[in-house]
């Protein structure tokens, strides 16, 4: 589930900021859960949480744990998001409020630090909604890639499989011709020899028959 939240949320920073981020593992297609709209979500609790340690990061001007917090925040929406999409936009948006509202103090602590800002970014640069549908797409890519590379898969283990019974029936195909060859050389020479055995007593019977 951590590398699922994590892929969806380096796609974000991709797609909504075009900046770069550090590189994350795709999680497997299969980790994927559909969304559903009617799971109940505590988003007031997320919310207060998330302010709360942003705001303490912010007031320690530790630009470092800072960084975490709003990566951190980032997991949350993807977590959100894979139960509830409208819990989803509303989390995004008040995490977006509290943003805008501490840029400057933001700034401030991030100094040089371009993961935050970039971080900030892919959660601002486009309104909640925007944002939760561009990541459902996200997912819904990532199935559908996963899926083709399913079907891809079984296709060549069967293509596998094919060619190797294949290949084992032309060897014995081929085994078996070469003991009919081989049978047919052994009975033509017999058949060989014993005409010539024939012909010889012939001879011999001939001769004592004085002809």
Same mark, same amino acid.
């Given at each position: 589930?951590?590398?699922?939240? =994590? ?23 299969? &980790?994927?859960?559909?969304? @559903?709209?009617?799971?109940?979500? @505590?988003?007031?609790?997320? =919310? %207060? ?14 630009? %470092? ?10 997991? !949350? ?22 943003? !805008? ?16 800002? %970039? ?5 601002? $640069?486009?309104?909640?909604? %925007? ?32 060619? #190797?019974?294949?290949?084992? &029936?032309?060897?014995? @195909?081929?085994?078996?011709? $070469? ?11 017999? !058949? ?8 010889? #007593? ?10």
């Amino acid at each position: 589930m951590k590398k699922t939240m =994590i892929m969806v949320m380096a796609a974000m920073a991709i797609g909504f900021a075009s900046c770069g981020n550090k590189a994350q593992q795709a999680a497997p297609a299969d &980790e994927v859960v559909a969304a @559903d709209s009617t799971v109940e979500v @505590d988003v007031a609790s997320a =919310i %207060s949480e998330a302010t709360a340690q942003l705001t303490e990061q912010i007031e320690a001007k530790d630009a %470092s744990k800072l960084q975490q917090c709003i990566e951190a925040v980032q997991a !949350k929406v993807a977590e959100i998001l894979k139960q509830n999409p409208e819990a989803a936009k509303e989390y995004v948006a008040k995490v977006q409020d509290f943003l !805008k509202e501490n840029a400057e103090k933001i700034k401030a602590v991030a100094g040089d630090n371009a993961a935050i800002q %970039s971080a900030v970014n892919a959660l601002t $640069a486009a309104p909640a909604e %925007s944002i939760v549908s561009g990541l459902m797409n996200v997912v819904g890519d990532a199935e559908a890639a996963a899926g083709a590379a399913t079907d891809a898969a079984q296709e060549a283990a069967e293509g596998a499989v094919d060619a #190797a019974k294949s290949t084992a &029936e032309g060897a014995v @195909d081929a085994a078996k011709q $070469a003991a009919e060859d081989k049978a047919n050389e052994v009975k033509d020479a017999a !058949k060989q020899k014993a005409n010539e055995a024939v012909d010889a #007593a012939a001879d011999k019977a001939k001769k004592a028959l004085g002809l």
